[in-house]
DNA sequence: ACCTGAACACCGTTCAAGT
DNA sequence: ACCTGAACACCGTTCAAGT
Protein backbone atom coordinates (compact mmCIF):
# COMPACT_ATOMS: atom_id res chain seq x y z
CA UNK A 1 0.00 0.00 0.00
CA UNK A 2 3.00 2.04 0.35
CA UNK A 3 4.24 2.03 -3.39
CA UNK A 4 1.71 2.67 -5.72
CA UNK A 5 2.05 1.74 -9.43
CA UNK A 6 -1.18 3.16 -10.48
CA UNK A 7 -0.02 2.72 -14.09
CA UNK A 8 -0.77 6.62 -15.15
CA UNK A 9 -0.73 7.99 -18.27
CA UNK A 10 -1.22 11.08 -20.20
CA UNK A 11 -4.49 9.93 -21.51
CA UNK A 12 -5.79 8.31 -18.20
CA UNK A 13 -4.97 11.42 -16.48
CA UNK A 14 -6.77 13.80 -19.03
CA UNK A 15 -9.97 11.08 -19.39
CA UNK A 16 -10.16 12.01 -15.41
CA UNK A 17 -10.01 15.36 -16.11
CA UNK A 18 -12.46 15.68 -18.45
CA UNK A 19 -15.13 13.54 -15.98
CA UNK A 20 -13.82 15.83 -13.06
CA UNK A 21 -14.69 18.84 -15.46
CA UNK A 22 -18.17 17.39 -16.51
CA UNK A 23 -19.27 16.97 -12.95
CA UNK A 24 -17.67 19.64 -10.99
CA UNK A 25 -17.12 22.43 -14.06
CA UNK A 26 -13.74 23.98 -14.98
CA UNK A 27 -13.23 25.48 -11.86
CA UNK A 28 -13.46 22.36 -9.53
CA UNK A 29 -10.58 21.14 -11.39
CA UNK A 30 -7.21 20.79 -9.29
CA UNK A 31 -4.33 18.97 -8.92
CA UNK A 32 -5.14 17.37 -5.57
CA UNK A 33 -8.79 16.48 -6.86
CA UNK A 34 -7.50 15.12 -9.78
CA UNK A 35 -5.04 13.49 -7.89
CA UNK A 36 -7.73 12.09 -5.83
CA UNK A 37 -9.69 10.51 -8.93
CA UNK A 38 -7.05 8.80 -10.37
CA UNK A 39 -5.72 7.50 -6.85
CA UNK A 40 -2.52 8.49 -6.69
CA UNK A 41 -0.76 11.94 -4.89
CA UNK A 42 -1.58 14.96 -6.92
CA UNK A 43 2.24 15.45 -7.56
CA UNK A 44 2.99 12.19 -9.27
CA UNK A 45 0.06 14.12 -12.36
CA UNK A 46 3.63 16.50 -12.54
CA UNK A 47 5.80 13.29 -13.48
CA UNK A 48 3.34 12.97 -16.65
CA UNK A 49 2.99 16.77 -17.50
CA UNK A 50 6.15 18.54 -15.73
CA UNK A 51 5.14 22.10 -16.83
CA UNK A 52 2.02 21.76 -14.87
CA UNK A 53 -1.75 22.47 -14.93
CA UNK A 54 -0.91 24.91 -17.81
CA UNK A 55 0.36 21.97 -19.96
CA UNK A 56 -2.34 19.68 -19.11
CA UNK A 57 -5.11 22.46 -20.10
CA UNK A 58 -2.88 22.49 -23.14
CA UNK A 59 -3.69 18.76 -23.72
CA UNK A 60 -7.05 18.34 -22.50
CA UNK A 61 -7.85 21.05 -25.42
CA UNK A 62 -5.86 19.11 -27.95
CA UNK A 63 -7.78 15.99 -27.12
CA UNK A 64 -11.00 17.77 -27.13
CA UNK A 65 -10.48 18.91 -30.53
CA UNK A 66 -8.69 15.90 -31.92
CA UNK A 67 -9.97 12.69 -31.07
CA UNK A 68 -7.34 9.85 -30.41
CA UNK A 69 -5.82 8.83 -27.65
CA UNK A 70 -2.90 9.92 -29.46
CA UNK A 71 -3.66 13.92 -29.55
CA UNK A 72 -2.32 14.75 -25.65
CA UNK A 73 1.39 13.46 -26.52
CA UNK A 74 1.88 16.97 -29.12
CA UNK A 75 3.04 18.24 -25.75
CA UNK A 76 5.90 15.91 -24.94
CA UNK A 77 8.88 16.58 -26.94
CA UNK A 78 9.99 13.38 -27.01
CA UNK A 79 6.68 11.13 -28.12
CA UNK A 80 6.11 12.29 -31.41
CA UNK A 81 6.53 9.04 -32.78
CA UNK A 82 3.27 8.10 -31.94
CA UNK A 83 1.92 10.79 -33.70
CA UNK A 84 0.03 8.40 -36.62
CA UNK A 85 -1.70 7.16 -33.02
CA UNK A 86 -4.14 10.34 -33.84
CA UNK A 87 -6.45 8.35 -36.47
CA UNK A 88 -7.66 5.94 -33.84
CA UNK A 89 -11.23 6.16 -32.87
CA UNK A 90 -11.92 8.87 -35.44
CA UNK A 91 -15.33 9.82 -35.72
CA UNK A 92 -17.10 10.29 -39.08
CA UNK A 93 -15.78 12.96 -40.93
CA UNK A 94 -14.74 15.22 -43.94
CA UNK A 95 -12.73 12.17 -45.04
CA UNK A 96 -16.23 9.78 -45.96
CA UNK A 97 -16.41 9.58 -49.44
CA UNK A 98 -19.34 11.41 -51.42
CA UNK A 99 -19.58 14.67 -52.86
CA UNK A 100 -18.18 18.31 -51.66
CA UNK A 101 -21.06 19.38 -49.16
CA UNK A 102 -21.71 16.01 -47.76
CA UNK A 103 -17.96 15.88 -46.57
CA UNK A 104 -18.53 19.07 -45.34
CA UNK A 105 -21.52 18.38 -43.68
CA UNK A 106 -20.59 15.24 -41.93
CA UNK A 107 -17.55 17.10 -40.58
CA UNK A 108 -19.23 19.76 -39.22
CA UNK A 109 -21.76 17.74 -37.48
CA UNK A 110 -19.01 15.86 -35.93
CA UNK A 111 -16.54 18.75 -35.17
CA UNK A 112 -20.04 20.35 -33.54
CA UNK A 113 -21.04 16.53 -31.33
CA UNK A 114 -17.63 16.43 -30.06
CA UNK A 115 -17.16 20.02 -28.77
CA UNK A 116 -21.14 19.17 -27.41
CA UNK A 117 -19.44 16.19 -25.82
CA UNK A 118 -16.73 18.50 -23.67
CA UNK A 119 -18.80 21.59 -23.99
CA UNK A 120 -17.44 21.87 -19.95
CA UNK A 121 -14.29 22.39 -21.15
CA UNK A 122 -15.07 25.01 -23.97
CA UNK A 123 -13.46 28.05 -22.33
CA UNK A 124 -10.09 26.23 -22.57
CA UNK A 125 -10.36 26.61 -26.14
CA UNK A 126 -10.65 30.34 -26.58
CA UNK A 127 -6.88 30.67 -26.03
CA UNK A 128 -5.46 27.57 -27.53
CA UNK A 129 -5.38 26.14 -30.83
CA UNK A 130 -3.61 22.89 -30.28
CA UNK A 131 -2.00 22.19 -33.76
CA UNK A 132 -2.13 18.42 -33.90
CA UNK A 133 -1.75 16.27 -37.00
CA UNK A 134 -5.35 15.42 -36.86
CA UNK A 135 -6.47 18.77 -37.05
CA UNK A 136 -4.13 19.62 -39.62
CA UNK A 137 -5.16 16.82 -41.92
CA UNK A 138 -8.74 17.46 -41.62
CA UNK A 139 -8.53 21.52 -42.18
CA UNK A 140 -6.52 20.17 -45.40
CA UNK A 141 -9.60 17.77 -46.33
CA UNK A 142 -12.35 20.87 -45.40
CA UNK A 143 -10.01 22.97 -47.96
CA UNK A 144 -10.01 20.30 -50.54
CA UNK A 145 -14.02 20.32 -50.77
CA UNK A 146 -14.61 23.64 -50.83
CA UNK A 147 -11.83 23.64 -53.23
CA UNK A 148 -13.78 20.95 -55.46
CA UNK A 149 -16.72 23.68 -54.50
CA UNK A 150 -15.35 26.19 -57.06
CA UNK A 151 -13.60 28.29 -54.46
CA UNK A 152 -9.73 29.50 -55.39
CA UNK A 153 -6.82 31.43 -53.91
CA UNK A 154 -7.63 32.91 -50.81
CA UNK A 155 -11.19 32.37 -50.85
CA UNK A 156 -10.70 28.57 -50.01
CA UNK A 157 -9.13 29.73 -46.70
CA UNK A 158 -11.71 32.72 -45.95
CA UNK A 159 -14.35 29.75 -46.14
CA UNK A 160 -12.65 27.62 -44.37
CA UNK A 161 -12.01 29.82 -41.41
CA UNK A 162 -15.75 30.74 -42.05
CA UNK A 163 -16.81 27.30 -40.98
CA UNK A 164 -14.73 26.55 -38.40
CA UNK A 165 -16.11 30.12 -36.63
CA UNK A 166 -19.63 28.77 -37.33
CA UNK A 167 -19.01 25.98 -35.64
CA UNK A 168 -17.42 26.65 -33.04
CA UNK A 169 -19.66 29.42 -32.20
CA UNK A 170 -23.09 27.75 -32.13
CA UNK A 171 -21.60 25.19 -29.74
CA UNK A 172 -20.80 28.21 -27.84
CA UNK A 173 -24.10 30.07 -28.33
CA UNK A 174 -25.47 26.94 -27.40
CA UNK A 175 -23.59 26.24 -24.49
CA UNK A 176 -24.00 29.62 -22.94
CA UNK A 177 -27.29 29.87 -23.12
CA UNK A 178 -29.00 26.13 -22.36
CA UNK A 179 -29.94 26.66 -19.11
CA UNK A 180 -32.37 29.59 -19.56
CA UNK A 181 -35.69 28.73 -19.52
CA UNK A 182 -36.69 29.49 -23.03
CA UNK A 183 -33.97 28.00 -24.50
CA UNK A 184 -34.31 25.35 -27.66
CA UNK A 185 -34.45 21.87 -26.61
CA UNK A 186 -31.56 19.60 -28.04
CA UNK A 187 -33.87 18.57 -31.26
CA UNK A 188 -34.60 22.29 -32.00
CA UNK A 189 -30.64 23.10 -31.35
CA UNK A 190 -29.85 20.28 -33.94
CA UNK A 191 -32.08 22.50 -36.46
CA UNK A 192 -30.85 25.87 -35.52
CA UNK A 193 -26.98 24.55 -36.31
CA UNK A 194 -27.65 22.82 -39.85
CA UNK A 195 -30.41 25.77 -40.51
CA UNK A 196 -27.05 27.87 -40.40
CA UNK A 197 -24.75 25.42 -42.10
CA UNK A 198 -26.29 25.44 -44.75
CA UNK A 199 -26.85 29.29 -45.47
CA UNK A 200 -23.38 29.29 -44.51
CA UNK A 201 -22.63 26.85 -47.14
CA UNK A 202 -24.96 28.48 -49.58
CA UNK A 203 -23.41 32.04 -49.24
CA UNK A 204 -20.13 30.52 -49.62
CA UNK A 205 -20.05 28.96 -52.53
CA UNK B 1 -4.24 56.86 5.78
CA UNK B 2 -6.06 54.00 8.32
CA UNK B 3 -9.51 54.30 6.83
CA UNK B 4 -9.81 54.06 3.36
CA UNK B 5 -12.75 56.34 1.35
CA UNK B 6 -11.33 54.84 -1.55
CA UNK B 7 -14.65 55.41 -3.29
CA UNK B 8 -15.28 52.18 -4.43
CA UNK B 9 -17.90 51.12 -7.16
CA UNK B 10 -19.13 48.10 -9.31
CA UNK B 11 -18.01 49.93 -12.29
CA UNK B 12 -14.50 50.79 -10.70
CA UNK B 13 -14.36 47.15 -9.91
CA UNK B 14 -15.02 46.03 -13.31
CA UNK B 15 -13.10 48.34 -15.14
CA UNK B 16 -10.11 47.29 -13.17
CA UNK B 17 -10.76 43.74 -13.46
CA UNK B 18 -10.62 43.85 -17.33
CA UNK B 19 -6.85 45.82 -16.90
CA UNK B 20 -5.94 43.35 -15.17
CA UNK B 21 -7.12 40.76 -17.34
CA UNK B 22 -5.87 42.46 -20.30
CA UNK B 23 -2.54 41.92 -18.57
CA UNK B 24 -2.41 39.01 -17.15
CA UNK B 25 -4.79 36.78 -18.71
CA UNK B 26 -7.59 35.73 -16.60
CA UNK B 27 -5.74 33.35 -14.60
CA UNK B 28 -4.05 36.17 -13.17
CA UNK B 29 -7.08 37.85 -11.45
CA UNK B 30 -6.91 37.12 -8.37
CA UNK B 31 -9.06 39.05 -5.42
CA UNK B 32 -6.15 40.29 -3.68
CA UNK B 33 -4.47 41.59 -6.82
CA UNK B 34 -7.42 43.09 -7.87
CA UNK B 35 -7.57 44.99 -4.21
CA UNK B 36 -4.07 45.86 -4.74
CA UNK B 37 -4.74 47.82 -8.19
CA UNK B 38 -7.84 49.51 -6.73
CA UNK B 39 -5.84 50.46 -3.28
CA UNK B 40 -8.10 48.91 -1.09
CA UNK B 41 -8.07 45.75 0.60
CA UNK B 42 -9.20 42.84 -1.11
CA UNK B 43 -12.19 41.77 1.25
CA UNK B 44 -13.83 45.55 0.24
CA UNK B 45 -14.60 44.39 -3.17
CA UNK B 46 -16.88 41.55 -1.56
CA UNK B 47 -19.13 44.80 -0.12
CA UNK B 48 -19.81 45.13 -3.76
CA UNK B 49 -19.74 41.79 -4.88
CA UNK B 50 -21.50 39.93 -1.98
CA UNK B 51 -21.31 36.76 -3.97
CA UNK B 52 -17.76 36.59 -4.88
CA UNK B 53 -15.90 36.28 -7.69
CA UNK B 54 -18.33 34.28 -9.48
CA UNK B 55 -20.40 37.10 -9.42
CA UNK B 56 -17.49 39.18 -10.29
CA UNK B 57 -16.94 37.40 -13.50
CA UNK B 58 -21.04 37.29 -14.07
CA UNK B 59 -20.67 41.45 -14.34
CA UNK B 60 -17.49 41.24 -16.28
CA UNK B 61 -19.20 39.00 -18.87
CA UNK B 62 -22.18 40.95 -18.55
CA UNK B 63 -20.38 44.33 -19.22
CA UNK B 64 -18.19 43.03 -22.09
CA UNK B 65 -21.57 42.04 -23.73
CA UNK B 66 -23.83 45.03 -22.97
CA UNK B 67 -21.94 48.81 -23.02
CA UNK B 68 -22.67 50.84 -20.66
CA UNK B 69 -22.14 51.79 -16.88
CA UNK B 70 -25.30 50.20 -15.73
CA UNK B 71 -24.28 46.75 -17.47
CA UNK B 72 -22.72 45.23 -14.38
CA UNK B 73 -25.72 46.18 -12.00
CA UNK B 74 -27.72 43.57 -13.31
CA UNK B 75 -26.25 41.09 -10.60
CA UNK B 76 -27.69 43.47 -7.84
CA UNK B 77 -31.10 42.64 -7.02
CA UNK B 78 -31.55 46.37 -5.87
CA UNK B 79 -30.24 48.65 -8.18
CA UNK B 80 -32.91 47.58 -11.07
CA UNK B 81 -33.49 51.11 -11.30
CA UNK B 82 -30.69 51.90 -13.35
CA UNK B 83 -31.52 49.87 -15.81
CA UNK B 84 -31.99 52.17 -18.82
CA UNK B 85 -28.45 53.42 -17.93
CA UNK B 86 -27.07 50.90 -20.09
CA UNK B 87 -28.27 53.16 -22.93
CA UNK B 88 -25.08 54.90 -22.41
CA UNK B 89 -22.14 54.98 -24.35
CA UNK B 90 -23.58 53.12 -27.04
CA UNK B 91 -21.16 51.90 -30.44
CA UNK B 92 -22.84 52.52 -33.42
CA UNK B 93 -24.93 49.12 -34.40
CA UNK B 94 -28.15 48.03 -35.36
CA UNK B 95 -30.30 51.02 -33.88
CA UNK B 96 -29.43 53.08 -37.38
CA UNK B 97 -31.25 54.20 -40.06
CA UNK B 98 -30.53 52.60 -43.53
CA UNK B 99 -31.18 49.16 -45.05
CA UNK B 100 -31.79 46.51 -43.22
CA UNK B 101 -28.33 44.35 -44.04
CA UNK B 102 -26.43 47.46 -43.86
CA UNK B 103 -28.36 47.75 -39.90
CA UNK B 104 -27.12 44.00 -39.48
CA UNK B 105 -23.34 44.42 -40.65
CA UNK B 106 -22.85 47.57 -38.45
CA UNK B 107 -24.32 45.52 -35.78
CA UNK B 108 -22.24 42.62 -36.14
CA UNK B 109 -18.93 44.63 -36.79
CA UNK B 110 -19.64 46.40 -33.34
CA UNK B 111 -20.61 43.28 -31.30
CA UNK B 112 -17.02 41.99 -32.81
CA UNK B 113 -15.30 44.84 -32.32
CA UNK B 114 -16.13 44.83 -28.72
CA UNK B 115 -15.53 41.68 -27.70
CA UNK B 116 -12.18 42.10 -29.68
CA UNK B 117 -11.79 44.63 -26.65
CA UNK B 118 -12.32 42.76 -24.69
CA UNK B 119 -10.58 39.03 -25.68
CA UNK B 120 -9.00 38.13 -22.43
CA UNK B 121 -12.15 37.70 -21.47
CA UNK B 122 -13.67 35.72 -23.73
CA UNK B 123 -13.73 32.13 -21.99
CA UNK B 124 -16.12 33.77 -18.90
CA UNK B 125 -19.06 34.25 -22.32
CA UNK B 126 -18.33 29.96 -22.38
CA UNK B 127 -21.01 29.60 -20.21
CA UNK B 128 -22.57 32.87 -19.43
CA UNK B 129 -25.20 34.57 -20.73
CA UNK B 130 -26.29 37.57 -19.40
CA UNK B 131 -29.65 39.17 -19.96
CA UNK B 132 -29.16 42.93 -20.17
CA UNK B 133 -31.71 45.22 -21.28
CA UNK B 134 -29.06 46.31 -23.82
CA UNK B 135 -28.65 42.59 -25.04
CA UNK B 136 -32.21 42.08 -25.34
CA UNK B 137 -33.02 45.45 -27.16
CA UNK B 138 -30.12 44.67 -29.32
CA UNK B 139 -31.61 41.20 -30.33
CA UNK B 140 -34.61 42.42 -30.87
CA UNK B 141 -33.34 44.96 -33.41
CA UNK B 142 -31.39 42.01 -35.14
CA UNK B 143 -34.51 39.94 -35.34
CA UNK B 144 -36.34 43.08 -36.77
CA UNK B 145 -33.99 43.67 -39.33
CA UNK B 146 -34.21 39.62 -40.24
CA UNK B 147 -37.76 40.48 -40.89
CA UNK B 148 -37.24 42.86 -43.16
CA UNK B 149 -35.23 41.27 -45.24
CA UNK B 150 -38.49 38.88 -45.20
CA UNK B 151 -38.17 35.86 -42.89
CA UNK B 152 -40.69 34.95 -41.01
CA UNK B 153 -41.71 32.35 -38.23
CA UNK B 154 -39.33 30.57 -36.33
CA UNK B 155 -36.72 30.87 -39.41
CA UNK B 156 -36.11 34.20 -37.77
CA UNK B 157 -34.90 33.33 -34.33
CA UNK B 158 -33.06 30.35 -36.42
CA UNK B 159 -31.36 33.33 -38.57
CA UNK B 160 -30.07 35.33 -35.39
CA UNK B 161 -28.96 32.39 -33.63
CA UNK B 162 -26.76 32.01 -36.22
CA UNK B 163 -25.45 35.37 -36.90
CA UNK B 164 -24.63 35.59 -33.26
CA UNK B 165 -22.91 32.40 -33.47
CA UNK B 166 -21.05 33.41 -36.73
CA UNK B 167 -20.06 36.38 -34.60
CA UNK B 168 -19.05 35.22 -31.24
CA UNK B 169 -17.08 32.14 -33.54
CA UNK B 170 -14.68 34.36 -35.49
CA UNK B 171 -13.75 36.06 -32.59
CA UNK B 172 -12.93 33.22 -30.81
CA UNK B 173 -11.46 31.75 -34.03
CA UNK B 174 -9.53 34.82 -34.42
CA UNK B 175 -8.12 34.89 -30.83
CA UNK B 176 -7.04 31.55 -30.24
CA UNK B 177 -4.99 31.26 -33.34
CA UNK B 178 -3.69 34.48 -33.35
CA UNK B 179 -0.67 33.96 -31.72
CA UNK B 180 0.55 31.29 -34.54
CA UNK B 181 3.11 32.49 -36.67
CA UNK B 182 1.24 32.23 -40.27
CA UNK B 183 -1.91 34.05 -38.24
CA UNK B 184 -3.66 36.82 -40.69
CA UNK B 185 -2.94 39.86 -39.74
CA UNK B 186 -5.77 42.39 -38.55
CA UNK B 187 -6.43 43.83 -42.37
CA UNK B 188 -7.01 39.67 -43.31
CA UNK B 189 -8.60 38.96 -40.17
CA UNK B 190 -11.23 41.77 -41.04
CA UNK B 191 -11.75 40.53 -44.23
CA UNK B 192 -11.77 37.42 -43.24
CA UNK B 193 -14.85 38.02 -41.02
CA UNK B 194 -16.73 40.24 -43.79
CA UNK B 195 -16.19 37.67 -45.86
CA UNK B 196 -17.81 35.09 -44.07
CA UNK B 197 -20.38 37.72 -42.48
CA UNK B 198 -21.88 38.07 -46.25
CA UNK B 199 -21.58 34.61 -47.21
CA UNK B 200 -23.92 34.05 -44.56
CA UNK B 201 -26.44 37.18 -44.81
CA UNK B 202 -26.57 35.84 -48.48
CA UNK B 203 -27.61 32.19 -47.29
CA UNK B 204 -29.90 33.09 -44.89
CA UNK B 205 -32.44 35.54 -46.87
C1' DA C 1 -22.44 52.01 4.60
C1' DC C 2 -17.88 50.95 3.66
C1' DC C 3 -13.60 49.11 4.59
C1' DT C 4 -9.87 46.51 7.52
C1' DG C 5 -7.26 42.52 9.38
C1' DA C 6 -6.85 38.08 11.14
C1' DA C 7 -8.10 33.53 10.28
C1' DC C 8 -9.26 29.01 7.69
C1' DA C 9 -9.39 25.74 4.14
C1' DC C 10 -7.66 25.05 -0.15
C1' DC C 11 -4.67 25.61 -4.09
C1' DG C 12 -0.28 25.04 -7.59
C1' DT C 13 4.28 23.90 -7.43
C1' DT C 14 9.20 22.72 -5.72
C1' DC C 15 12.16 19.62 -3.76
C1' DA C 16 14.24 15.88 -1.42
C1' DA C 17 13.33 11.29 -0.73
C1' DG C 18 11.74 6.69 -1.39
C1' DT C 19 11.42 2.27 -4.44
C1' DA D 1 11.14 5.68 -14.07
C1' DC D 2 7.49 6.60 -11.15
C1' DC D 3 5.45 8.09 -7.10
C1' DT D 4 5.32 10.06 -2.07
C1' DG D 5 5.19 13.63 1.60
C1' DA D 6 6.46 17.79 3.58
C1' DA D 7 6.92 22.49 2.64
C1' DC D 8 6.03 27.34 0.65
C1' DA D 9 3.63 31.03 -1.37
C1' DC D 10 -0.68 32.16 -2.79
C1' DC D 11 -5.62 31.91 -3.18
C1' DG D 12 -11.14 32.66 -2.11
C1' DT D 13 -13.95 33.52 1.56
C1' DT D 14 -15.89 34.20 6.51
C1' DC D 15 -16.21 36.86 10.36
C1' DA D 16 -15.66 40.18 13.88
C1' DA D 17 -14.28 44.69 14.21
C1' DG D 18 -13.46 49.39 13.18
C1' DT D 19 -15.26 54.20 11.50
Given at each position: ??????????????????????????????????????????????????LGKEQL???????????????????????????????????????????????????????RARLLE????????????????????????????????GLTGPD??????????????????????????????????????????????????
Amino acid sequence: MSRNYAGLSRERIIIEALHIIAGRGLGGLSMRRLGDALEVEAMAIYHHFPLGKEQLFNAIAAYVTSPGPGAGALDDPEARESEQAAEDGEPAGASEPGPWDARITAWAEAYRARLLEFSGALSLLAHRAPRTPHSLATRALVEGALGEAGLTGPDVERAADALYSYCLGAVVHQVRHQQEEDAPDAAEADARFRYGLRALLAGLV
